[in-house]
Nanobody, 123 residues
Framework: QVQLVESGGGLVQAGGSLRLSCTAS????????MGWYRQAPGKQRDLVAA???????NYADSVKGRFTISRDNAKTTVYLQMNSLKPEDTAVYYC?????????????????WGQGTQVTVSS
């Protein structure tokens, strides 16, 4: 089993900063892309930022220049540094990992999600 556990959400004033963390654990063969998504009430879940195993990153246009995604050397933890936060950044933030696990049939790739962490930005 693979688990993704997020932390770091909370309430912050506009212009402030937060840092989210997400750690993957379990019987993992390798971790490919990890990313952060967010979902505001009544809206769909959208990609915020992603980082590939090689280190390449991509960001939603709405967060470019304000958010930075990174991962640790072991590549099991991904971070999202969020600066210059705006009220429209308010959402539940989810971590997602594309992770390989060793199964009886061989190595299988699956998408795994964290439980989500609330980020609220007050104006």
């Amino acid at each position: 089993q693979v688990q993704l556990v997020e932390s770091g959400g909370g309430l912050v004033q506009a212009g402030g900063s937060l840092r989210l963390s997400c750690t993957a654990s379990g019987i993992i063969f390798s971790i490919n892309t990890m990313g952060w998504y967010r979902q505001a009430p009544g809206k769909q879940r959208d990609l915020v930022a992603a980082i590939a195993s090689g280190g390449s990153t991509n960001y939603a246009d709405s967060v470019k220049g304000r958010f930075t995604i990174s991962r640790d050397n072991a590549k099991t933890t991904v971070y999202l540094q969020m600066n210059s936060l705006k009220p429209e950044d308010t959402a539940v933030y989810y971590c997602k990992g594309k992770i390989d696990t060793r199964q009886t049939m061989g190595v299988m790739t699956g998408d795994y999600w964290g439980q989500g962490t609330q980020v609220t930005v007050s104006s």
